[in-house]
């Protein structure tokens, strides 16, 4: 095959992410498709929409990899939305997940293989399950702690039923049947056999075919069996016996009562606890051992998708579970109907390197139009080898990793991916909005109102300790035993304690500085090198009580510098550990950080976002060119974003709280004073104060990004209402502070939602209220400006910009699931046809200025969209490939833009976007616009600039003018009727 017939990666244009369920389905996508491209999408980038456990409202608890989700349609609906997408020209990007698959579902039919034949199930190997646990009781089997409350317990109270049912066995657990290991079907088969004898003849057939059933039984390989022939005896056999055993029932009804009636004594009868003692010793000798869910902090021996017991992680490492897995994924592939690929939690995989050269390999397999490991398949992956030699950067697939950067980390240079999600880029464009000269003021006003000072680099070590304590414990002592055994092979260091070794290793994971490092050979990358040692030296810099030996000890496993006497078998076992280790980094800083320190810090909340650190107050506009420069040297195709659906809250709350950065003062007095007006409101527990200090910060900030725009009806306000105390329920729980998901404190909780049914009542005698609008509404109308530079920054960018559902218009959401609702599109594209109409009629610009004097109801936003992302899409060149420049402003507000140049091809184009507003508009209903707020400002333009411009967002025409030899472009002009510009040669 010749390059000039090298598949190459679709780079979308625009992203438009959907999230498909039961309540949005593909035949809701086909009929929206039409107006998704009217708007200037490029690509639908989907959640996942292959087979997941019933109900699910996100599509990550997947239970089959290799078909639809029946929920969200058939295959007919499915093509009918593909050739909706074609027939308009638009690619479509899909959500996979590799990491994990949920376990609390019969659909997950690889899942119910294991546990009813255990390491001799053809599965086994799916699933990251340790078979030799550090718990010797659990040899063998796997922990299910599916359970509500201590086993006992509830077998006792009747919790656990023995089914029959087509010829097998089941226990059922709550609503999941759980099978039966075949051989011990022998415990319910034989008990009062007698009896069934008695009905019978001495020959008769029914019984002599139950014997015979039953010999079948006792000759079934053992669920521990792992040879090939002897696995493959197993499952061919059980099937044949559970067959013979349901066609007796059906011949002999004497043998489905005799089943029957055991089924009811193996039962039990409630308040007789004896009459468990059968179908207790029946579950004893499973291949699973079903547990209490607290359990699983310490004993769990499958691996998780973080802390969440329904999710099993599999073991991608494996070619044949690979291959199985993704079988669905390349066939739509292959026929176009996925055009690129979104990887859910990459840093879960064993090897994530490894998975995604995987990954890109057999995309262009499948795009050159053959069958993997077939002749032509053969010659497709030799010549896929030979491009690489070729071109190093050569990628036949779009993909982009889901993968969160820490300050000042890049993605591994050897990843084979056009880039990451976007994380990075939300939380450095919402940083501009965010005054970073107030800093200290705002520790002030935050140690002030809560009555201490938070150190948020403290706060993430504590929490990432408390979740290593309360929810990974399991995990963290699996490494310490690993580890323990390759410290007994060596003499220099066999004296280090299992206790030593567990504390070492948790200390070092609680200052990591990253999510996960990334070995899979002998040789460690250099920024892993730093990243672990940094981490060793901090832990051993705050831990002076334990020996700094066990520390170093650990430091080389995990940098792989062996002995030079370390046999071969000693090196793969330190490999093995530190690729083990790697997998814990990640969920411990996503608990400890994203789901614990973010609901405990509030200086300024619009900064806890995944992927931020709050310690940093905001990002100035030299750092967010930095990154962007960066980012279009290395990834300039990456998904860019400022909403996900982790998003902690939307982007349109962010920019309302940022704007509290330009008003230390204002804050301080209001919430103070507020706190004043509503401590009647409080209630006092065991002399504590509800809610605490902390709590109530949070409260008042929520309130005000979350507020509503416009008036509301009753049924509106109740709704809000409702929205925030769900909301702060979450917070109270994830902060883990007075309550959590583990034991909540319902006696706190409602003291907390009775303070938000106080302060938010609507009635004369609620002076909150009436204190609380006015600063609302201000920065409401600051937030509106700022939410439209956001947009445009982020389409005008190096990268592919991404629309999180419904935020073409002004959105007020908070955390899932609150920002998981489904979206009103009648709504949008309606709101979207009247644009269309009105601007033919009047023109951009004057529309433009009718839709800022109606910013309530947010369609300037989506007017802003529709301009520049059509406009995007036809002319690429300078976003596709084009240089990025970051521009100068001189004079008064020279603080208040943030400006750039996207040079591609001929055409030079200028972004500006005002920031920073709240300084600029000190009057309510003020806009930044105009020569009294602009003053002498201008934005010098690059060299080779022409001087006439038009604005692509509402078709103005601006002059450039010489300013000390330099062409300069006055704001005040620039910025007199919109404070956004996206400026291409008139």
């Known amino acids: 095959m010749g390059a000039p017939n090298l598949p190459n990666a679709h780079i979308p244009s625009a992203t438009y992410r959907l999230q498909f369920n039961a309540g949005f389905t593909f035949a809701d996508a086909t009929r929206m498709i039409g107006y998704l491209h009217d708007l200037g999408v490029s690509d639908v980038y989907a959640s996942s929409y ?274 199985l897995t993704h079988a669905l994924l390349f066939k739509l592939i292959r026929e176009g109907k996925v055009t690129g690929v979104r990887i859910d939690h990459v840093d879960g995989l064993y090897d994530p390197v490894s998975y995604l050269q995987n990954l890109q390999k057999s995309a262009y397999i499948q795009l050159c139009g053959w069958e993997p490991g077939g002749e032509g398949g053969n010659g497709a992956e030799a010549e896929y080898f030979r491009e690489l030699e070729r071109q190093p950067c050569y990628q036949p697939l779009y993909a982009v990793v889901e993968k969160i950067l820490m300050k000042g980390e890049q993605l591994p240079e050897q990843w084979p991916v056009a880039g990451s999600t976007g994380y990075e880029f939300l939380n450095s464009v919402n940083g501009i909005f965010v005054d970073t000269e107030a800093a200290k003021q705002f520790d002030r006003i935050y140690d002030r109102f809560v009555n201490r000072a938070f150190d948020f680099t403290e706060i993430v070590y504590q929490k ?149 650190m709050p310690g940093k107050f905001g990002t100035t506009v030299e750092a967010f060119h930095g990154q962007n420069l960066e980012r279009n040297k290395n990834f300039p195709h990456a998904m860019i974003t400022t909403s996900t659906h982790d998003s902690k809250r939307g982007e349109d709350v962010r920019t309302r709280i940022d704007a509290l950065s330009e008003l230390p003062e204002l804050w301080q007095k209001s919430v103070m004073r507020w706190s004043r007006i509503n401590k009647g409101r409080g209630s006092l527990i065991e002399n504590q104060r509800v809610p605490d200090r902390n709590e109530e910060y949070l409260i008042y900030q929520t309130l005000l990004g979350a507020w509503p725009a416009g008036g509301l009806d009753q049924a509106g306000y109740d709704a809000f209402r409702g929205r925030i105390k769900d909301y702060m329920i979450k917070a109270l729980r994830e902060a883990k502070v007075n309550s959590s998901w583990v034991s909540p404190n319902s006696t706190y909780e409602d003291a907390v939602l009775g303070f938000l049914d106080g302060i938010l009542e609507q009635s004369p005698g609620n002076p909150f209220l009436r204190e609380f609008q006015p600063l609302q509404r201000r920065l409401s109308r600051c937030g509106l400006f700022s939410s439209l530079s956001q947009s445009l920054l982020k389409m005008t960018a190096p990268g592919v910009p991404d629309f999180y559902q419904g935020t073409e218009l002004i959105e007020f959401t908070l955390v899932d699931p609150d920002n998981r609702r489904q979206v009103d599109y009648g709504a949008r594209i309606e709101a979207l046809r009247e644009l269309r109409a009105r601007e033919a009629e009047i023109g951009a610009q004057a529309l433009c200025r009718e839709l800022l004097e109606q910013g309530d109801n947010g369609r300037i936003k989506l007017f802003l969209i529709y301009r520049v992302l059509n406009y995007r899409r036809q002319s690429r060149d300078p976003f596709d490939a084009g240089e990025y420049l970051p521009l100068e402003a001189q004079g008064a507000r020279e603080r208040h833009v943030c400006a750039f140049a996207r040079k591609g091809g001929a055409r030079t184009l200028i972004v500006a976007a005002a920031r920073l507003v709240a300084t600029l508009m000190p009057e309510a209903g003020d806009s930044p616009l105009g020569e009294t707020v602009w003053q002498d400002t201008v934005l010098l333009l690059p060299e080779g600039s022409g001087e006439r411009f038009r604005n692509v967002v509402n078709d103005q025409q601006v002059e450039a003018e010489r300013r000390d030899g330099r062409l300069a472009i006055p704001l005040a002009a620039l910025f007199s009727e919109v404070s956004v510009a996206l400026l291409e040669p008139a």
């Open 50 to 323: 292959l087979a997941a456990k019933e109900g699910s409202v996100h599509g990550y608890d997947v239970v089959n990899q290799t078909i639809l989700n029946k929920e969200v349609g058939d295959e007919q609906s499915y093509q009918a939305m593909v050739e909706e997408l074609s027939r308009h020209g638009m690619g479509h990007i899909l959500d996979f997940v590799p990491n994990h698959m949920c376990i609390e579902s019969a659909d997950n039919v690889w899942w119910m293989d294991v546990l009813e034949n255990g390491m001799s199930s053809p599965y086994a190997h799916f699933f990251d399950i340790d078979w030799e646990p550090v718990k010797k009781e659990l040899t063998g089997k796997v922990l299910l702690p599916l359970l509500g409350d201590q086993y006992g317990k509830v077998l006792e109270a009747g919790g656990l039923q023995l089914l029959f049912r087509e010829g097998a066995f089941f226990v059922q657990c709550y609503s999941l049947p759980i099978p039966i290991e075949p051989r011990s079907y022998l415990r319910i088969l034989q008990h009062r056999l007698d009896t069934l004898k008695e009905r019978f003849p001495p020959d008769a057939g029914p019984v002599q075919e139950l014997l015979s059933i039953e010999t079948g039984l006792q000759h079934l390989p053992l669920p521990t069996e792992r040879d090939p022939a002897q696995m493959g005896e197993r499952h061919r056999e059980k099937e044949i016996i559970k067959k013979r055993l349901w066609q007796l029932c059906q011949d002999a009804p004497e043998v489905m009562e005799f089943i029957a009636e055991n089924v009811r004594i193996f039962n039990g009868s409630k308040g007789d606890p004896n009459s468990f003692d059968l179908l207790d010793q029946l579950l004893r000798e499973q291949v699973y051992r079903l547990s209490y869910w607290r359990v699983a902090t310490e004993e769990i021996n499958y691996r998780r998708f973080f802390d969440i017991n329904a999710l099993a992680a599999i073991r991608m490492e494996d070619q044949g579970v690979y291959d």
């Open 464 to 612: 990432k300790k408390l979740v290593m304590q309360v929810s990974l414990s399991g995990e963290v002592n699996m490494l310490a035993h690993q580890l323990n055994n390759i410290a007994e092979q060596d003499r220099l260091t066999r004296d280090f304690t299992l206790n030593s070794l567990v504390r070492a290793i948790s200390e070092v994971i609680a200052c990591f500085p990253v999510y996960r490092t990334y070995a899979n050979s002998a040789s460690v990358r250099d920024k892993d090198v730093q990243y672990i040692e940094a981490a060793v030296s901090k832990a051993k810099r705050w831990n002076p009580a334990i020996s700094g030996s066990v520390f170093d000890f650990l430091r080389d496993v995990l940098l792989l510098k062996a002995p030079e006497r370390a046999s071969e078998e000693s090196r793969r076992a330190w490999l093995y550990f530190a690729m083990r280790f790697q997998q814990i980094t990640g969920p411990v800083m996503a608990k400890g950080l994203e789901d614990t320190a973010f609901y405990v810090y509030h200086r300024l909340i619009s900064l806890n976002d995944v992927g931020g």
